[in-house]
């Protein structure tokens, strides 16, 4: 099947879908970095969040800018961004870009404090915004989009987000 006739809704749907294995892999993390009374093994676990801030980074920061700059725009036209569903989407993606800034930035220095509760705090924080992101996304959004949307402007914003695949691949 040809890239750009997939429903650019699945194709978010399907980015969902990783970034939920992603988050249940950070849950399960913070649970047991909590748990764990050795500082060795919490070092390792930490050591592991770092491969999540990579991940958030690189392929949540390219889903977000998928929507920002493919969906959104198009959707805008039939439901306004100024305020409502996709109003709260931005300011839900400018929440977790802060919290993820936080919660790098404490790992980070976990090395030198050795404290761990203002990680598990961030990266539970992190955790629930985002699940609860996607739920809104897909229960609400999403419905929106595929109600609204003719065929053509789906390809539309199909062929945006090829390109946006194909930039942050080359960066």
């Not at 996709?86 to 404490?106: C, G, T």
């Not at 980070?108 to 809104?136: M, R, V, W």
């Given at each position: 099947?040809?890239?750009?006739?997939?429903?650019?809704?699945?194709?978010?749907?399907?980015?969902?879908?990783?970034?939920?294995?992603?988050?249940?892999?950070?849950?399960?993390y913070l649970k047991k970095i909590g748990r764990?009374?050795?500082?060795?093994?919490?070092?390792?676990?930490?050591?592991?969040?770092?491969?999540?801030?990579?991940?958030?980074?690189?392929?949540?920061?390219?889903?977000?800018?998928?929507?920002?700059?493919?969906?959104?725009?198009?959707?805008?036209?039939?439901?306004?961004?100024?305020?409502?569903?996709?109003?709260?989407?931005?300011?839900?993606?400018?929440?977790?870009?802060?919290?993820?800034?936080?919660?790098?930035?404490?790992?980070?220095?976990?090395?030198?404090?050795?404290?761990?509760?203002?990680?598990?705090?961030?990266?539970?924080?992190?955790?629930?915004?985002?699940?609860?992101?996607?739920?809104?996304?897909?229960?609400?959004?999403?419905?929106?989009?595929?109600?609204?949307?003719?065929?053509?402007?789906?390809?539309?914003?199909?062929?945006?987000?090829?390109?946006?695949?194909?930039?942050?691949?080359?960066?």
């Amino acid at each position: 099947m040809e890239t750009s006739s997939i429903d650019p809704i699945i194709a978010l749907k399907s980015d969902h879908e990783i970034v939920r294995s992603v988050l249940n892999n950070l849950e399960e993390y913070l649970k047991k970095i909590g748990r764990v009374s050795s500082e060795g093994l919490r070092n390792n676990l930490i050591n592991q969040l770092n491969e999540i801030t990579a991940f958030i980074d690189k392929d949540l920061e390219v889903h977000f800018k998928k929507e920002e700059d493919g969906l959104f725009p198009v959707l805008g036209k039939y439901i306004g961004t100024e305020t409502g569903p996709i109003h709260v989407m931005l300011l839900e993606h400018k929440q977790s870009r802060e919290i993820s800034s936080e919660f790098k930035s404490k790992i980070k220095s976990y090395q030198t404090t050795k404290e761990f509760n203002s990680i598990l705090n961030d990266g539970f924080a992190f955790f629930k915004l985002l699940s609860e992101h996607i739920d809104k996304e897909e229960q609400i959004l999403f419905n929106m989009a595929d109600m609204q949307l003719s065929q053509e402007e789906k390809h539309e914003i199909m062929q945006k987000f090829l390109s946006i695949s194909s930039v942050s691949r080359e960066t």
